[in-house]
């Protein structure tokens, strides 16, 4: 009974099983998405191959890369078929390019087609748009011709033009179906010989390209390689000549000038500014190195007068050697500043006073260095600027003009007197030289060594003399600010000094020094005989020997006796030198374009210009 | 002491929760895989649940019994527009036989109020079904699975007698599903995996039922 009371539950378990699982979950419906249907057609596109939209002329093997615009829908499929044979099948999940290579090696020339499909999304955002199943079809027929013949020779002609952006060149193109590149080389003849290719095109129609890597200021050399599957062809180089700019100078009293530039275009091939000045064109006195390519200015230190100084600018490109700057080309100028004082030919400076006078053939200035300051003048006639003399004491100045002898107050420029000189156009004759004393005497020398001792009081003639030594008439001579010592030079080389007596000239010595100038003391009691090579300065009334030293490699050109010193040359070319008078010591070595000035103290004048130097000790 | 009968038998429907874990990242990946936008229709939403037991006494307050029940639940994910429509879908079911030793808290002539543990096998049948059909064109997949689980399922059972025979039957609690790796119904070895790991059945939730107890025999 229990095993049959047992069954009995099983069998009651079996069928409320089978009851249960009959109630099996069931999912409910789909909600309906309810979005609109696309329109029957989608929007125009437009495809380029190469960027080309035209026939595709083609010779050899090519890749071609195309551009689908105008739909912003996906593009899903592409399919690319030339005369049946699909050699491009474009699936948006294989992660492909847009890209193929058409290879026309198998056909003869002429004219065929490539069927091009489009399978772009309809951007419905549907079910069936998203799995690709719901797309707008385009179908593209894109003639193509077929050409294998070579090329012939294809010579570019190149030409070449600046512009904001470098250099831009622009050559014949070549548009062909073997064209395969343009590649533009380019190279420096003068420190860079192997040519650089500095762009690749293979747009055949791209018949222009701007350098702007070009190293700047160069002369720069570019050819145009064609390149073709037959190989290759080159055209005649072009020569473009790049030039810096804004090159510019300020000079400086100083001595110094300010000189500033464009800044380079291109930092990229930059490598340093290299700046030097200098007199002449082919060689220069300073030079300065600039690396950073944002500095567009320098200081020159030794411009001296700064006129006529030639500044030279070169852009250096990256990893030029040194020795090969010198091939590089740049920019030039030359410095002229503008004028501070008068323009004159001749300045004399006045013992005991605080002004020059400034000696032009029709003017003669009054002129305040200290001041640089002209504030007076005179207009004269002057045959030449030599024609003037200033007494020792710096009170009175005289000059030759017509035959007469004009003396004037250099305090006021007031006439003190005037009287007329030898007849020297009678006599065919010029005047040498004429020196006037303290003392109102008056000594002249004509071309033809004669002197004429003068009183410029009443402008009488004390004597005429000619001063011939050996036979030979003197070149040179004057007379001492008391007016009683007269030195002449012979044209036989020997310098004698003379006393005045009632009896006329009575030679006091003689040295055999051949002098570039005289320069009597205040006091009259020394002379400074300038020669070629050395200074002695001797005794007035015994014309004894005091000191000597010499003139290295110079001659004289000015001197400052109010402050004892002298200025001259030296034995290197464009530099000047400082003595002191008395001792021959070496004050200051200067760096000048021209010793044709004055030393005023710590002043260095010249025609029109003052350089102001550091104050001597 | 009322009399009680020795043999009890239960048949109940109910309403229970489920956690379906793993299976709800199941549909997220779905939902991941496809290109379109995808709305979840049900996700294993609570449902009913059915049972039968029989229980005998052991002892004066102990009880034990043998008891089956099914549970069913799925989800759906998919989405209908004007070009056709597509859905994912998972339907579960539970068979769950097991042990229910039970204590017999309180007991009167009017109820009698039971404490029960079932513990054993829970059966799981896993089918899937991905449709999409567009243009009407359709294509279908389905895939069978299942997985084998231990649960516990503490509870709490009211029995009401209506007469000697029949009694109203209440119960409560909560189910745990230690979880069973779903796999391939034909191939145990392949296992369900999601980013490495393997999926679960979740049974795991509350239980509410209600039926009727019809006890034979008497002490």
């Known amino acids: ?617 | 002491m009322p009399a009680l009968s020795q043999v009890s038998f239960q048949v109940y429907g109910g309403f229970a929760t489920f956690k379906m874990d793993g299976l709800k990242d199941l549909n997220g990946l779905v939902e991941e895989s496809v290109p379109f936008d995808i709305s979840t229709v049900d996700n294993f939403d609570p449902g009913f649940y059915f049972g039968a037991s029989a229980h005998t006494a052991l002892f004066s307050n102990l009880i034990v019994g043998l008891s089956y029940q099914y549970s069913t639940t799925g989800s759906r994910i998919g989405i209908k527009d004007y070009s056709g429509y597509y859905n994912f879908d998972q339907i579960v079911n539970g068979h769950l036989l097991g042990i229910e030793p039970g204590v017999i808290m309180e007991e009167t002539s009017k109820y009698r109020l039971v404490f029960s543990v079932m513990s054993g096998a829970l059966f799981t049948m896993i089918k899937t079904e991905e449709v999409l059909s567009v243009s009407g064109q359709k294509e279908e997949d389905q895939e069978y699975m299942s997985a084998f689980s231990i649960p516990v399922y503490p509870s709490i059972n009211l029995s009401i007698p209506v007469n000697d025979f029949i009694s109203g039957y209440f119960s409560a609690g909560y189910m745990v599903d230690t979880g069973g790796k779903v796999h391939l119904r034909d191939n145990r070895d392949a296992v369900l995996n999601i980013d490495g790991y393997p999926v679960k059945t979740g049974w795991t939730g509350f239980r509410i039922s209600a039926g009727l107890q019809l006890n034979l025999g008497r002490r």
Request: hydrophobic share 35%; glycine share 8%; with cysteine.
């Open chain 1, 1 to 617: 009974m229990i095993l049959i009371h047992r069954l009995r539950i099983s069998l009651w378990l079996c069928l409320l099983a089978g009851l249960f699982t009959g109630c099996e979950y069931q999912p409910h419906e789909l909600p309906v998405n309810d979005i609109d249907q696309p329109p029957a057609d989608g929007p125009p596109i437009v495809m380029s191959l190469n960027d080309m939209n035209d026939t595709i002329r083609i010779g050899w093997k090519r890749e071609f890369h195309y551009d689908i615009t105008g739909t912003d829908k996906r593009i899903n499929y592409v399919n690319i078929a030339f005369e049946g044979e699909i050699i491009h099948n474009y699936v948006i999940d294989n992660q492909q390019t847009f890209t193929f290579t058409l290879d026309p090696a198998e056909y003869s020339n002429g004219n065929y087609h490539l069927n091009i499909s489009i399978f772009t999304s309809t951007g419905s955002g549907s079910i069936a748009d998203k799995v690709g199943a719901e797309v707008y079809i385009y179908e593209l027929d894109w003639p193509v011709y077929v050409d294998k013949t070579l090329p012939e020779y294809s010579n570019s002609y190149l030409v070449a033009a600046h512009s904001e952006a470098g250099i831009d060149l622009t050559w014949t193109s070549f548009d062909h179906p073997n064209f395969i590149s343009y590649i533009v080389y380019r190279y420096y003849p003068f420190f860079q010989s192997e040519p650089v290719a500095v762009a690749t095109i293979t747009d055949p129609l791209q018949n222009s390209f701007t350098d702007s890597t070009f190293c700047e200021g160069q002369i720069i050399r570019y050819f145009i390689r064609t390149v073709t599957p037959a190989g290759y062809s080159e055209g005649q180089d072009i020569v473009f000549s790049d030039q810096l700019h804004g090159l510019r100078a300020t000079w400086n009293s100083n001595g110094t000038a300010d000189v500033t530039w464009d800044k380079a275009r291109n930092p990229e091939s930059f490598g340093k500014y290299y700046i030097y000045s200098g007199y002449r064109s082919t060689d220069f006195i300073e030079e300065q190195f600039i690396e950073d390519p944002d500095q567009n200015h320098a200081r020159l230190l030794n411009a001296g007068f700064g006129s006529g100084l030639y500044i030279f600018l070169k852009f250096i490109p990256k990893g030029v050697p040194s020795e090969l700057y010198r091939n590089l080309s740049g920019i030039e100028i030359t410095l002229y500043p503008q004028a501070m004082l008068p323009r004159f030919y001749y300045a004399h400076n006045l013992n005991g006073h605080d002004f020059m006078l400034l000696v032009d053939l029709d003017k003669i200035y009054r002129y305040f260095p200290g001041q640089v300051l002209t504030d007076n003048s005179i207009s004269v006639d002057l045959e030449q600027y030599w024609h003037v003399s200033v007494s020792g004491d710096g009170n009175r100045f005289a000059y030759y003009q017509n035959e007469e002898f004009f003396i004037r107050s250099t305090e006021d420029f007031s006439i003190v007197s005037q009287f007329q000189g030898p007849p020297l156009k009678t006599l065919n004759r010029t005047l040498a030289r004429c020196f006037i004393s303290d003392n109102g005497r008056l000594f002249a020398v004509d071309s033809e060594g004669y002197g004429y001792l003068y009183n410029t009081t009443d402008g009488t003639l004390i004597r005429e003399d000619p001063l011939n030594i050996g036979g030979y008439p003197a070149k040179l001579a004057g007379i001492s600010p008391d007016g009683t010592k007269m030195i002449i030079l012979s044209a036989s080389g020997e310098t004698i000094l003379y006393n005045f007596t009632p009896g006329g000239w009575t030679e006091i010595g003689r040295t055999d020094i051949q002098p570039f100038g005289y320069l009597f003391s205040k006091d009259s009691r020394s002379i400074y005989i300038i020669g070629m090579t050395t200074l002695e300065k001797r005794d007035a009334w015994s014309f004894s020997l005091i000191t000597e030293f010499s003139l290295p490699g110079g001659y004289f050109r000015s001197t400052d006796p109010d402050h004892g010193r002298i200025f001259c040359a030296s034995d290197k070319e464009f530099e000047y030198k400082i003595l002191d008078l008395e001792t021959g010591r070496l004050l200051r070595t200067l760096t000048l374009g021209s010793g044709w000035c004055w030393l005023y103290d710590n002043l260095l004048i010249t025609s029109g210009l003052q350089l102001t130097l550091p104050e001597f000790e």
